[in-house]
T-cell receptor, first 111, second 114 residues
Framework: SQQGEEDPQALSIQEGENATMNCSYKTSINNLQWYRQNSGRGLVHLILIRSNEREKHSGRLRVTLDTSKKSSSLLITASRAADTASYFCASYSGGYQKVTFGTGTKLQVIP | DGGITQSPKYLFRKEGQNVTLSCEQNLNHDAMYWYRQDPGQGLRLIYYSQIVNDFQKGDIAEGYSVSREKKESFPLTVTSAQKNPTAFYLC?????????????FGPGTRLTVT
């Protein structure tokens, strides 16, 4: 399957600032999930948003989904140095076997 | 502690050799998955298994093989037929194949073939 796209590819911000990253996908989805990956490590699940939801919050994370534009955004508020990682979106058109991952946004939070 | 383990963390092989990557989980999950990640890229699904003794090809299965003889274990063999095997390999599991259940990832194995 084709890769989804994320932008920006890289983002550098100061601690305390907000970070926004965007994801676009190509096919109809059941849900979309965001993951974090620290350098050279496995992925950690952050948040899931279903196709009939428009916005979801989890702690300092806010995710939006616009199915008409086939896009999603992840907002991290009041960023911390520990948020430094790569962030991936994954769009699912069925179970976990029907997945398309984005290319990722590399976030650097400067203390 | 429950989780997924992958071994080894780094693996080096000569071209033409088969190599097997280990993945074990003690989460009592039915479903397990193998992904490949190339630099600057997202993950691509190689194989998945919804239940013991059953597995299905993902998007990039050519040159790879798997087995699922035990619920806890889902080893991946990278064969000499895989044209470009150097990559970061990630194993994952979920309670079932539905995305209603969170997917858990192992720490990955970085394979280098020269």
């Amino acid at each position: 399957s084709q890769q989804g796209e994320e932008d920006p590819q890289a983002l550098s911000i100061q601690e305390g600032e907000n970070a926004t990253m965007n994801c676009s996908y190509k096919t109809s989805i059941n849900n979309l999930q965001w993951y974090r990956q620290n350098s050279g490590r496995g992925l950690v699940h952050l948040i899931l948003i279903r196709s009939n939801e428009r916005e979801k919050h989890s702690g300092r994370l806010r995710v939006t989904l616009d199915t008409s534009k086939k896009s999603s955004s992840l907002l991290i508020t009041a960023s911390r140095a520990a948020d430094t990682a790569s962030y991936f979106c994954a769009s699912y058109s069925g179970g976990y076997q029907k997945v398309t991952f984005g290319t990722g946004t590399k976030l650097q939070v400067i203390p | 502690d429950g989780g997924i383990t992958q071994s080894p963390k780094y693996l080096f092989r000569k071209e033409g050799q088969n190599v097997t990557l280990s993945c074990e989980q003690n989460l009592n999950h039915d479903a397990m998955y193998w992904y490949r990640q190339d630099p600057g890229q997202g993950l691509r699904l190689i194989y998945y298994s919804q239940i013991v003794n059953d597995f299905q090809k993902g998007d990039i299965a050519e040159g790879y093989s798997v087995s699922r003889e035990k619920k806890e274990s889902f080893p991946l063999t990278v064969t000499s037929a895989q044209k470009n095997p150097t990559a970061f390999y990630l194993c994952a599991s979920s309670k079932q194949g539905s995305t209603d259940y969170e997917q858990y990832f192992g720490p990955g194995t970085r394979l280098t073939v020269t």
